[in-house]
């Protein structure tokens, strides 16, 4: 099993709602991490999981809340978002978080902030 | 710190002309090299990688890049495109370093004609 799952796979919320995105690997992987990409953009490097433990958080607003309850899960919580914020949230994981393996990216969550 | 530039933003290519990307990287060590593709409202699928070794290498899909390191380049090439490799073309550099995540190019649109 190679496959990263994400899901749901489009998301509507409202300015003032609560929901989680959420991430599944099997492959055994050590490091998991959430990226943002805006249309005709790269990914945007948003929280590292290494070995269950946040290793990265690259300044983001803490309307995301990010939770890795087991080596096989990762959520993205959200909050209070802004329209700024609609965008493909892309999952990846690794074996480790280091250069020299390769990235698994998920289909992404399509998210849209009204 | 390492860092990707792709400087073709958009390329157009007739359906089985022969096709490369460009793709040039910073870095003070050897790097480990990725191309990934994009398909619209997609993840992000490898390609194809360099870690050391043979500096030609063959992915999947009948793609092959080179690493160049006198030119710090990892272009990308095809001989003969169809009009399924239209997608947006990632490519990214990983660091030996624990604690890292891929650092990607803006990317490439690449469109076919018929």
């Known amino acids: 099993d190679t496959e990263v799952t994400q899901t749901p796979k489009h998301l509507v919320m409202g300015m003032t709602n609560k929901k989680s995105l959420k991430c599944e690997q099997h492959?055994?992987?050590?490091?998991m991490y959430w990226y943002k990409q805006k249309a005709k953009k790269p990914p945007e490097l948003m929280f590292v999981y290494s070995y269950e433990k946040l290793s990265i958080n690259e300044s983001v607003p803490s309307r995301f809340s990010p939770e890795c309850p087991n080596s096989s899960l990762l959520n993205l919580h959200l909050h209070a978002l802004q329209p700024e914020d609609s965008a493909l949230y892309l999952c990846a994981s690794s074996l480790r978080d280091r250069g020299d393996t390769e990235a698994f990216f998920g289909q992404g969550t399509r998210l849209t902030v009204v | 710190a390492q860092s990707v530039t792709q400087p073709d933003i958009h390329i157009t290519v007739s359906e089985g002309a022969s096709l490369e990307l460009r793709c040039n990287y910073s870095?003070?060590?050897?790097?480990?090299l990725f191309w990934y593709v994009q398909s619209p409202g997609q993840g992000l699928q490898l390609l194809l990688k360099y870690f050391s070794g043979d500096t030609l290498v063959q992915g999947i899909k009948g793609f092959e890049a080179e690493f160049k390191r006198s030119q710090s380049s990892f272009n990308l090439r095809k001989p003969s495109v169809h009009w399924s490799d239209a997608a947006e073309y990632f490519c990214a550099v990983g660091a030996r370093q624990a604690g890292t995540a891929l650092i990607f190019g803006k990317g490439t649109t690449l469109s076919v004609s018929s």
């Open positions: 492959m055994g992987h050590r490091a």
């Open positions: 870095y003070g060590a050897t790097p480990y």
